[in-house]
């Protein structure tokens, strides 16, 4: 059984930052892509940064220059650094990682963790 547990979410006012964290637990033989989502309120989910396992990064526009993904291969880690937030990034954000298990490659989401930006 695999387990994406995210931490790092919370209330900032406009301009400030957080760092999200999400960690993959449980038998696991490879992490290829790993990303984060975000979904407000009304709104459909939408991809907002990935990374793949050789360190190639992609990002939605309109966070492009103020958040940065990274990834701890030896932790099975991924972050986001959010800098420069507005209250248009408010949202549930959530990990997801595709991963192998046996041999068998499956998507996993986290459970989700809530950013609120202030104006």
């Known amino acids: 059984q695999v387990q994406l547990v995210e931490s790092g979410g919370g209330l900032v006012q406009a301009g400030g930052s957080l760092r999200l964290s999400c960690a993959a637990s449980?038998?696991?033989?490879?992490?290829?892509?790993m990303g984060w989502y975000r979904q407000a309120p009304g709104k459909q989910r939408e991809l907002v940064a990935s990374i793949s396992s050789g360190g190639s990064t992609n990002y939605v526009e309109s966070v492009r220059g103020r958040f940065t993904i990274s990834r701890d291969n030896t932790k099975s880690k991924v972050y986001l650094q959010m800098n420069s937030l507005n209250p248009e990034d408010t949202a549930v954000y959530y990990c997801?990682?595709?991963?192998?298990?046996?041999?068998?490659?499956?998507?996993?989401w986290g459970q989700g963790t809530q950013v609120t930006v202030s104006s």
């Open positions: 449980g038998i696991i033989d490879s992490i290829n892509t």
């Open positions: 997801n990682v595709v991963l192998s298990t046996y041999r068998i490659r499956k998507t996993y």
